[in-house]
C-alpha cells in the first residue's frame, strides 16, 4: 500500500480523492487532499503514526490546512481534540503533509513520485543518491530485498548493513587500471550494488536497473564521464550518451534485459575466482562489443555475452595463434558472403524493376494504338485484353522463377560458408560456435518483402485491366 492510501486509511480521511496532490524529491514528501469532511485521530493514535513510520526514520513531519471558513493556512495539531472538533464540523479546503528526510537515510515515500523526480536530475546525482547509504527504506514495498552489498527495506524493517568495503575498494582499483571513469573521486561504488533478482515495484524496478545499467558500463567502458545531465561512454571506436533518466526507461520498456547484459559481462571480467586474469578478459570484451554491435546501439543482446566467454576460452587455448589466422578467413569469407548474397538482391530488385517497366511499355503502347485504331469506346478489345493479361502472367513467371533461383543461390553461398566454419571448429576442436554473427535470414526477408511488393503491383494492373474493359 501507497503511503497516500495508508495515510488517508488511517486516520480516516474522507475527502475529494479526485483531487489529490503529491510530490518527493531526496529531501520531502508532499501530500496535498482537499475538501475534507471527517478526520479520526486522538492522542494515541497520533503518537503511534509519530512514533511507527516518522520518528522510526529520524523524519520530521508538519501539517498545515486552510478550514472552509477561512482564507488562512494554519498548523494543524492531530493530537487536539478541539482542532479535530473543527475540522468534523466545518470541514478543511485542504489539507498538507510534509515530511522532511534525513541527510543520513534513503528514504522513499511513494516510488512513483519519486521516480517523476528524478527526470529532473542529473545522470551522476541519482548514482550519487543511492550509493552513498547501504540501505533504502520503501514504504510501499512488499518485502525486503537483499543482496550481498545493499538492502531495500520497509519501513517497519530493523536496518541492517550490508556493504563489504573492502571488495568495493578493490574492484574500484582493477576497475582505475583498466577504464578511464572521470568522476572516479566522486562515485564510490560498484555494480553489485544494485543487481536484485527480484523488484516486483515498476517504478523502483526501473530505478535499480538504470542503476545497474550505467555502474556497469563504468567498469566496461574506455572512458566514461558526467556530463551536465548527459552520461558518455566509448567502447573502442563507438561513442554512446544518455541524456535523461526517461530515456533509460524507454530503452528498458523496448529491451528489458538491456542493463543485465551489460551486468553479466561486468560480472564475468571482475567476479572471476578461476582465472583472475581481469586485464585480458577485458580487454577481449570491449573488442568483441565494438566487433559484434553492428547496429551502433546502446543495447547489446545476450549473444553477445555469448560471443565474449568462447572468445576467451579460445584465448585460452595453445593453438591461439593458428586460431587467429582462421578467425581472418572467416571474417574474410562471411564479409564476401554478404556482399555477394546483396549483390544478387539488387539484381532481383533491377529485373523487376525492367518487368514494370516492360509491362507499362507493353500497356501505353496497346493503349495508344486501339486508341487511334478504332472508333469504339473501350480503350483495349477483349482479345487485346486477354493477351495483355497472358503477357503479364508470362512477366509473374519469371519474376517468380528469378526469386526462386536468388534465393537458391543465397542459400548456397551460406552453406559454403557453414561449412567452412564447421571445418575451422572441427579442426580447432571448438565446441561453441563464435562465427555465428551474421547469417541469411535477413537477406532472404527483404527478398522475399521485395518480391511480395512486385506481386501485388502486377495483380493491381490486372484486376485494373480487367475492370477497365468490362466498365468501358
Known sequence: MFFKSFYIDYFKINSDNCNIKEKENRNSYTLILYNITQLHSNKAIFDEFISKYINSMNCSIEFQAMFNDSDDEEDLDFADNDVLDSINTIGL??????????????????????????????????????????????????????????????????EQTFTNFEEIEKKINERNKLSFFY??????????????????????YDIFKFLLFVSSIIYISDYSFFKEKEFHFKIRDKKFSINCYQEFVELLNKNNDIADNYYLIYNWIYNDAIYNNTSDKFEIAVHTIDKCNTSNEIYIENRIFEVIKSSFNLYLKENVDKYLIFKQKIIENITSS????YNILNDVKKAHMQFLLS??????????????????????TDEVSIILCILILIIFGLSYYKKQNAIKEINKIFKISSDLKVEIKKDLKIEDDIFDVYDEKDVLEELIHHQNIFYCIVMVIIISILVLNKLM
Open 93 to 158: 479546503k485542504f489539507l498538507r503533509l510534509k515530511i522532511d528526510k534525513p541527510a543520513t537515510k534513503s528514504i522513499i515515500f511513494d516510488t512513483i513520485s519519486f521516480e517523476e523526480h528524478l527526470n529532473t536530475l542529473e545522470l551522476k546525482e541519482i548514482l550519487l543518491y543511492f550509493s552513498k547509504h547501504d540501505n533504502l527504506f520503501v514504504f510501499d514495498l512488499d518485502k525486503e530485498i537483499n543482496n550481498e552489498f545493499y538492502s531495500i527495506n520497509k519501513f517497519y524493517s530493523n
Open 183 to 204: 568522476n572516479a573521486s566522486e562515485c564510490r561504488f560498484i555494480p553489485d550494488i544494485f543487481n536484485f533478482e527480484e523488484i516486483y515495484n515498476k517504478s523502483l
Open 338 to 341: 554478404i556482399n555477394e548474397c
Open 359 to 380: 509491362i507499362f511499355t507493353v500497356l501505353f503502347t496497346l493503349i495508344i494504338g486501339e486508341t487511334i485504331s478504332q472508333s469504339q469506346s473501350k480503350i483495349l
